[in-house]
């Protein structure tokens, strides 16, 4: 697999819909190529305590930012046809699906890898598998944990050791 869209989101409560942020990036051809990060106006829009703790977004952030439907038509372009990648993709996809099904969009069925799960597989020496120590492994050095654009970045690094460049540990920035 040399062509996919990693994929993260934060969320404004325990309402998998409260996407709240969004970050994608694109790598063709075993190489990152683009990047997309929004902030998204969270549905149900309210935000809990241990949520704004974890990402640092609050309403404050998001009043004036898009709805979901909006900020996906940009998105869309970027990963047709792509399969999509996530560190715990069950999260991401199942905040994808119900963030779909809150706003009555049909949802396309995209096909997600999950790096979470890889990465056990292929790391079992890692003290843990959390996105940032696995990222570290990998040769990046997340600078925004929790950051929906940082942590899709970190994901990229690690699906293209694991699914594009097994033998090579490479040193990667992300450029903000």
Same mark, same amino acid.
């Given at each position: 697999?040399?062509?996919?869209?990693?994929?993260?989101?934060?969320?404004?409560?325990?309402?998998?819909?409260?996407?709240?942020?969004?970050?994608?990036?694109?790598?063709?051809?075993?190489?990152?190529?683009?990047?997309?990060?929004?902030?998204?106006?969270?549905?149900?829009?309210?935000?809990?305590?241990?949520?704004?703790?974890?990402?640092?977004?609050?309403?404050?952030?998001?009043?004036?930012?898009?709805? %979901?439907?909006?900020?996906?038509?940009?998105?869309?372009?970027?990963?047709?046809?792509?399969?999509?990648?996530?560190?715990?993709?069950?999260?991401?996809?199942? /905040?994808?699906?119900? !963030?779909?099904?809150?706003?009555?969009?049909?949802?396309?069925?995209?096909?997600?890898? /999950?790096?979470?799960?890889?990465?056990?597989?292929?790391? $079992?020496?890692? $003290?843990?598998?959390?996105?940032?120590? !696995?990222?570290?492994?990998?040769?990046?050095?997340?600078?925004?944990?929790?950051?929906?654009?940082?942590?899709?970045?970190? /994901?990229?690094?690690?699906?293209?050791?694991? %699914?594009?460049?097994?033998?090579?540990?490479?040193?990667?920035?992300?450029?903000?």
């Amino acid at each position: 697999m040399r062509d996919f869209a990693t994929i993260d989101f934060e969320t404004a409560n325990k309402n998998a819909s409260s996407v709240c942020a969004v970050g994608v990036v694109v790598v063709k051809n075993g190489e990152i190529t683009d990047q997309f990060y929004r902030l998204i106006q969270p549905e149900p829009n309210y935000y809990n305590y241990w949520n704004t703790k974890c990402h640092g977004i609050t309403a404050s952030n998001t009043d004036n930012a898009l709805i %979901f439907p909006a900020i996906w038509k940009d998105i869309e372009p970027l990963i047709k046809g792509l399969p999509l990648i996530a560190h715990n993709s069950s999260f991401d996809e199942t /905040c994808l699906k119900n !963030v779909f099904r809150t706003y009555q969009m049909d949802y396309p069925n995209y096909k997600f890898h /999950c790096t979470l799960k890889a990465s056990r597989k292929h790391f $079992p020496d890692l $003290p843990n598998h959390q996105l940032h120590t !696995v990222s570290k492994h990998c040769g990046y050095e997340m600078r925004n944990h929790h950051e929906a654009l940082d942590d899709a970045y970190a /994901c990229a690094i690690i699906a293209i050791k694991l %699914f594009v460049k097994p033998k090579q540990l490479v040193n990667y920035k992300l450029d903000l």
